[in-house]
């Protein structure tokens, strides 16, 4: 979404459906200008002063949230061979609305699924010395979830607000 909504031209995008922060090491992505390929050989190809993470949303059902820490410290330090000087931002997940959280049968894609994962991305985030970025902040109500009108199945975003992630990265990033 914040590839196709969010009028940013000048970054490089890679995307893929279902990515976890373990397939990003074996998984072929999408990257803006070069097509498909494994996320790491394209960023080794290319050079980036800042480098922004979003994952998280594909592991809510993951039981062991020291896996998820630890595959996500990974990226970080494959980003840090190839870029040793890039600035890393980590992305907080996006919460679901209150439809979603309350109808998902599984129960997988809940806030509180999204809470337990956010805590240890802040402590691994912390760990890493990598800058933090909630954007989730401009996206919940007042009981953490996610605004109603922000989404249409409950967890994707809408053209208006990836436009409004857009500008909370441009205005809490350095």
């Known amino acids: 979404g914040l590839r ?38 394209a960023l080794a190809s290319m050079e980036f002063g800042k480098v922004y993470i979003m994952l998280g949303m594909n592991e809510l059902g993951w039981v062991y949230e020291s896996v998820y820490a630890q595959d996500y410290g990974r990226i970080i330090d494959v980003i840090r061979e190839t870029h040793p000087d890039a600035t890393i931002y980590v992305q907080s997940i996006i919460p679901v609305s209150k439809w979603k959280d309350t109808t998902d049968p599984d129960r997988i894609y809940t806030n509180a699924n999204v809470v337990r994962l956010q805590k240890v991305l802040c402590e691994m985030c ?35 607000y990836c436009k409004i992630w857009a500008e909370y990265l441009r205005t809490h990033t350095v």
């Open 4 to 41: 196709m909504y969010s009028g940013l031209t000048k970054a490089t995008f890679i995307t893929e459906v279902g990515l976890t922060v373990d397939s990003i090491f074996t998984d072929y992505c999408d990257v803006s200008g070069i097509g498909r390929s494994r996320t790491f050989d």
């Open 126 to 160: 912390e760990e890493k010395n990598v800058h933090y970025v909630n954007v989730a902040e401009v996206m919940q109500d007042e009981n953490g979830y996610l605004f109603s009108e922000a989404t249409e199945d409950g967890m994707h975003l809408t053209q208006e």
